[in-house]
């Protein structure tokens, strides 16, 4: 993660961690290690994480609401903490007991500082991007670049290079679009070889679909 190694591990050399990153272990009490890059036994780690996700499969279909997620969220994670583990023979629960006796005890407010609120997204293809699960509009000269979201006073404020280019309400709309860039969007796109007139009609009705999701 280059957020957090600048250097990989290697059979060669140590891994590099970033400055910012050895601060927060040491406000955390704990030493970070990196896995040697390019090794199978670390690329089954990955491996075993998709397996993990596999096993969700068996749900689809069968989620509804944010209720369902929750329910097989817990369950699944209950299942996996008590299933016995080839190498160790114990359970995840079992070996947790007894790495407890080893886990120091942190104070949070000290790892508040390494907390940023500035987030990184990139524009996507619909002139959009996302936060918390909200998509907000842009002009779409931006699309395709990775821009800055800050929220202040429950509002979003988009920066590309440092410049404001954008505000937005928080919303708990899925599709936020301003009018001009959805117009924008058309005019440049597929429809515009269409009448202004015409064009303007489409985005009317697409935007009041979009009001309703």
């Not at 842009?138 to 440092?162: A, C, H, M, W």
Request: aromatic share 8%; charged share 35%; glycine share 4%.
């Amino acid at each position: 993660m280059k957020s957090i190694v600048d250097v990989p591990r290697t059979t060669a050399n140590g891994p590099e961690f970033r400055e910012e990153f050895l601060n927060f272990a040491k406000e955390a009490c704990f030493e970070p290690k990196a896995c040697i890059a390019y090794r199978p036994c670390t690329k089954g780690k990955v491996e075993t994480l998709a397996r993990l996700m596999e096993r969700l499969r068996v749900y689809n279909e069968e989620i509804e609401t944010s209720e369902d997620i929750e329910k097989i969220v817990k369950s699944l994670n209950e299942d996996l903490n008590n299933e016995i583990c080839q190498g160790t023979g114990k359970t995840p629960a079992e070996l947790f007991e007894k790495e407890k006796e080893y886990l120091t005890n942190v104070n949070a407010e000290n790892l508040k500082s390494f907390l940023s609120s500035v987030q990184i997204r990139k524009v996507s293809n619909e002139s959009l991007v996302t936060y918390k699960g909200k998509k907000y509009s842009v002009q779409p000269k931006y699309i395709g670049k990775s821009v800055e979201i800050r929220e202040e006073n429950n509002k979003l404020l988009i920066f590309y290079d440092e410049i404001k280019i954008q505000e937005w309400n928080k919303s708990e709309k899925l599709y936020n679009y301003k009018h001009d860039h959805y117009l924008d969007i058309l005019q440049n796109g597929s429809l515009k070889d269409l009448e202004e007139d015409e064009i303007k009609k489409i985005a009317e009705r697409n935007l009041n679909i979009y009001d309703q999701l």
